[in-house]
């Protein structure tokens, strides 16, 4: 789950930067030639990028720092933390819903991967399997008991 992090976030990193050095660059020097830089969108629409694509640059940067501080080590074995599949179920709906406990930028909630910052993910951390979580939601409050947990040890490739 990290690895596949680190490679988005790396493969963003890269065509952020060739964006940012060679295309924006050429952009912006097309849009000068055409001359009154008052009413030239093309110019301003161009600078704006830029300074997005700067911002995105440092913004993942800082993600691949903290990643890369990540220690798989550290994580417990036992109970729910980044990288943990949960399974829960819900009484009252008489079901099971699994969730993987994700950094934050990989969060999909349709797919599953909630983050580990949002309430759910913050509700689940540090359980353990059999124990009962309380979820406070904007839909409500959700009691779920946790039936089964894969920590990232579980998965990692022997």
Known sequence: MLDEARDKLEKE????EREYRQELPKEIQRALQMGDLRENSEYHSALERQQFVKARIGHVRRQLKELAMVDIAALPKDKVALGSRVSLY???????????LVLPDMADFAKGFVSVTSPIGKA?????PG???????PAGTRNYEIVKLETLHDRAPK
């Open 131 to 137: 124990d009962e979580v309380i979820i406070k939601i």
């Open 13 to 16: 990193l890269k065509t952020l």
């Open 124 to 128: 689940l951390l540090g359980h353990r």
């Open 90 to 100: 819900d009484g009252e709906g008489d079901r099971t819903v699994v969730y993987e």
